[in-house]
């Protein structure tokens, strides 16, 4: 597996303002993904990030809203822009690590909430 | 129809029996299954990775995968308070495809 940070655990943001997640793993990593947990409800994928390349965002969400930085093999950064209530939620990195297909290990993710 | 469907629960059991876990899939071309523990105000933890049909077996845990009927379990022996969690089932296409999806949980409560 792989040891994952993010920066930071937990805030609370005014409405209209941007909030930078930030997400460390302890060695390279071709592919990091960002999900979004809605209270009580399960994670939902915002994007994949390989670094090198554009990032490839699911259904229903846009780089203008969550642009993704992924500079190196071992960090990446989520924006959350022009934040309403809505986008208050728990906000997780993973990465594919470990040699086993397709296995994702979690951060410990970021709290937000929106005011 | 969801892409993965779990039973939300809760699922009581009392301790020391076997909690059974259960997860269907939609996507026959779904290669990859996992499932996630998931404790209050934490992070999902992985616990088990299947990837062949049968029984796959890790401790107190085993992944039960059908894929003819679309089909992965989870069994909890010896089921213990501190298993008290929701327990995320994930699916992957695989072959390069790495996306996953996961169902909504299934809430476990172990009581003594």
């Known amino acids: 597996s792989a040891v994952i940070s993010q920066k930071p655990s937990r805030d609370i943001c005014q409405r209209g303002t941007s909030l930078t997640i930030q997400c460390q793993v302890d060695?390279?990593?071709?592919?990091m993904f960002w999900y979004r947990q809605q209270p009580g409800q399960s994670l939902t994928l915002i994007a994949t990030a390989n670094q090198g390349s554009e990032a490839t965002y699911e259904s229903g969400f846009v780089i203008d809203k969550f642009p993704i930085s992924r500079p190196n093999l071992t960090f990446s950064t989520l924006t959350v822009s022009n934040m309403s209530p809505e986008d208050s939620s728990i906000y997780l990195c993973s990465v594919e690590a470990g040699g086993l297909q397709d296995t994702q290990y979690f951060g410990p993710g970021t709290r937000l909430t929106v005011l | 129809q969801k892409e993965v469907e779990q039973n939300s629960g809760p699922l009581s059991v009392p301790e020391g029996a076997i909690a059974s876990l259960n997860c269907t899939y939609s996507?026959?071309?779904?290669?990859?299954f996992f499932w996630y523990r998931q404790y209050s105000g934490k992070s999902p933890e992985l616990i088990m990775s299947?990837?062949?049909?049968g029984d796959k077996e890790d401790g107190r845990f085993t992944a039960q995968l059908n894929k003819a009927s679309q089909y992965v379990s989870l069994l909890i022996r010896d089921s213990q308070p501190s298993d008290s969690a929701t327990y995320l089932c994930a699916v992957s296409r695989g072959g390069g495809y790495n996306k996953l999806i996961f169902g909504a949980g299934t809430r476990l409560a172990v009581h003594p």
């Open positions: 299947i990837y062949s049909n």
């Open positions: 996507d026959r071309g779904s290669q990859s």
């Open positions: 060695s390279q990593v071709t592919m």
